[in-house]
């Protein structure tokens, strides 16, 4: 027999051994067909939430770097102020290493962004018109990172040209900026938290499920070996059914997610929003991120179907 025939042989061996393989571990599958479909759920939702982990560390890089461009104070210049001396407060902040931006806004351009604003609001322009420009010039301050914020913060508070600011405004935003850092991580922790639950929840179900499979067909087995059948054949097999069990979770977790990102995608483009600055777009970061979340999502459902399979055979499934 030639090189080429005995690789065409040992192809057509191969392709014919993994086609058996396929047929019994669908049978066993098909046979305990409930129970399997216990383990695919139990796998789905572990995916789901690890999927809400993958997007939610996503959403958190995001969010924090959008607040990076927010985090900014607002230095309010009383009324006879100055340009020169706004000018002169405006040179020191540059120079502070805690500083990102600094933008000078003019009484002038104060009132014409108000007008921009409301100009739809016919009550408040003609309010607006009685009186003259009641806006003060101030310096709209971006900071580094949120320990720069309470650094310029402290300057600003500590500055001989205090006496000449009207108000700083700042506690509000620092609140919310906060409250992001600290719902992100809860949200975090709660997706970790569930999805360690179903994490173990999932590989006890599959060792479950693959143990009873052997019980079931205990017989069966002692007739294969008697007949010549090998052991790594029947171990194989139900490999092979854990591969289908893990597959169908990964595609069943992974269309639940997506069912859900679309609601949300519709609620968002309605307008809802999580911050006055910032809206999310689930269908947009799912996208941007598809290809490592499906790698992420197969290897996850893989390793919960094939590790609990190993452990049940080789605990259970007798030389």
């Known amino acids: 027999m030639s090189l080429q025939e005995n690789l065409d042989y040992n192809l057509k061996n191969m392709f014919t051994i993994i086609k058996r393989l396929f047929k019994s571990a669908f049978l066993n599958f098909r046979r305990n067909?409930?129970?399997?479909?216990?383990?695919?759920?139990?796998?789905?939702?572990?995916i789901f939430f690890m999927t809400f982990i993958f997007v939610a560390d996503n959403l958190g890089n995001i969010v924090v770097e959008d607040v990076k461009d927010k985090i900014t104070i607002s230095l309010y210049f009383k009324a006879d102020t100055t340009e020169e001396i706004i000018f002169e407060t405006k040179d020191d902040l540059i120079n502070l290493t805690d500083t990102r931006s600094i933008d000078y806004i003019s009484k002038e351009v104060?009132?014409?962004?108000?007008?921009?604003?409301?100009?739809?609001?016919?009550?408040?322009?003609?309010?607006?018109?009685e009186v003259e420009?009641?806006?003060?010039?101030?310096?709209?301050?971006?900071?580094?990172?949120?320990?720069?914020?309470?650094?310029?913060?402290?300057?600003?508070?500590?500055?001989?040209?205090?006496?000449f600011f009207e108000k700083i405004d700042h506690t509000q935003r620092k609140e919310v900026i906060s409250d992001i850092f600290n719902i992100i991580l809860i949200v975090q922790?709660?997706?970790?938290?569930?999805?360690?639950?179903m994490a173990i929840t999932s590989l006890l179900v599959v060792f479950n499920i693959i143990k009873l499979t052997i019980y079931g067909l205990k017989r069966e087995i002692s007739i294969m070996r008697l007949i010549g059948?090998?052991?790594?054949?029947?171990?194989?097999s139900f490999?092979?059914?854990?591969?289908?069990?893990?597959?169908?979770?990964?595609?069943?977790?992974?269309?639940?997610?997506?069912?859900?990102?679309?609601?949300f995608d519709h609620r968002t483009s309605l307008g809802?929003?999580?911050?006055?600055?910032?809206?999310?777009?689930?269908?947009d970061l799912i996208k941007f991120n598809f290809g490592n979340l499906v790698i992420f999502q197969i290897i996850t459902a893989l390793f919960l179907s094939t590790f609990s399979t190993l452990i049940a055979v080789k605990k259970h499934l007798k030389n």
Do not use: C, W
């Open 33 to 46: 067909f409930g129970l399997s479909m216990v383990a695919v759920f139990a796998i789905a939702i572990t």
């Open 110 to 129: 104060a009132l014409q962004n108000f007008i921009d604003r409301h100009r739809d609001d016919p009550l408040l322009m003609a309010a607006l018109a």
């Open 133 to 163: 420009n009641p806006f003060l010039a101030s310096l709209v301050i971006g900071a580094n990172t949120e320990k720069s914020f309470d650094n310029i913060i402290r300057y600003l508070e500590d500055s001989p040209s205090s006496l």
């Open 189 to 197: 922790t709660i997706g970790i938290a569930l999805t360690v639950t």
């Open 229 to 236: 059948v090998s052991r790594r054949f029947i171990v194989s």
């Open 239 to 263: 490999f092979f059914q854990s591969l289908i069990t893990g597959l169908l979770g990964m595609f069943f977790g992974l269309i639940i997610s997506l069912i859900i990102a679309l609601s």
């Open 272 to 283: 809802l929003e999580i911050l006055p600055f910032f809206t999310i777009n689930f269908i």
